[in-house]
């Protein structure tokens, strides 16, 4: 069973407001991602680290910014929210030390409504 | 680079009929190839894996063979139920990279 966490699960919130999605995880996993999943459903990578203090921009580019400061935790954060942020966004987790055919855990997601 | 296609849906399928969800895959090397599936309102959980040819990952009575001649990993359930309806991804991976994401296919299926 995995052990990934999203808070908050759901969110709606007016244009220009901040906001921070917290995912945290309890398994030890050096590899942290985080995705956007628009309504077709399709999944698009925003950010990943491989560890405290690394980060890097995704496949998609992305208006959030994400910190590493502690191993279990991967926030990500929206300076000034805008309607076209409204999607659902998916936390996942890996082990490093099973880079070939590692499995990727996943969090509830949050989904984010931005008026 | 690499990338996965997979069967557009939705698919509709009444209990107990056969499914099958077409993948393909492009890539260099010799990918691990994944099933991850969505339930409503859940983030992504492993089905299966393979991680290299000839492969047959299994999980809760859903199969895929690595088929390296074909670049191919189709998913398949011998009958299909209502607690199966949920969105389907196929997903790739090279060694110490991220995952790569076919674009899902909805399946719905009828009592």
């Known amino acids: 069973e995995a052990d990934i966490y999203q808070t908050p699960r759901y969110l709606v919130i007016g244009t220009g407001k901040k906001i921070t999605l917290e995912c945290s995880q309890t398994?030890?996993?050096?590899?942290m991602y985080w995705y956007q999943q628009d309504p077709g459903m399709e999944l698009h990578l925003i950010h990943y680290?491989?560890?405290?203090?690394?980060?890097e921009k995704g496949d998609l580019s992305s208006e959030s910014t994400v910190s590493r400061i502690r191993t279990e935790h991967f926030p990500l954060t929206l300076e000034s929210a805008r309607p076209s942020h409204t999607s659902q966004y998916l936390c996942a987790s890996s082990d490093q030390r099973n880079s070939f055919g590692e499995t990727q855990y996943f969090g509830p997601g949050t989904r984010l409504l931005v008026l | 680079g690499d990338s996965v296609t997979q069967m557009e849906g939705p698919v509709t399928l009444s209990e107990e009929a056969f499914l099958t969800i077409n993948c393909t895959y492009t890539a260099t090397g010799y990918p691990s190839l994944f099933w991850y599936v969505q339930y409503p309102g859940e983030g992504l959980q492993l089905l299966l894996k393979a991680t290299k040819a000839d492969d047959k990952g299994s999980n809760k009575g859903f199969e895929a063979t690595y088929r390296k001649e074909t670049t191919s990993f189709h998913l398949e359930k011998g009958s299909v139920q209502v607690s199966d309806s949920a969105v389907y991804f196929c997903?790739?991976?090279?060694?110490?990279?991220?995952?790569?994401f076919g674009k899902g296919t909805t399946l719905s299926v009828s009592s």
């Open positions: 997903a790739l991976n090279q060694a110490g990279t991220a995952l790569i």
């Open positions: 398994m030890g996993h050096d590899k």
């Open positions: 680290s491989y560890g405290v203090n690394s980060t």
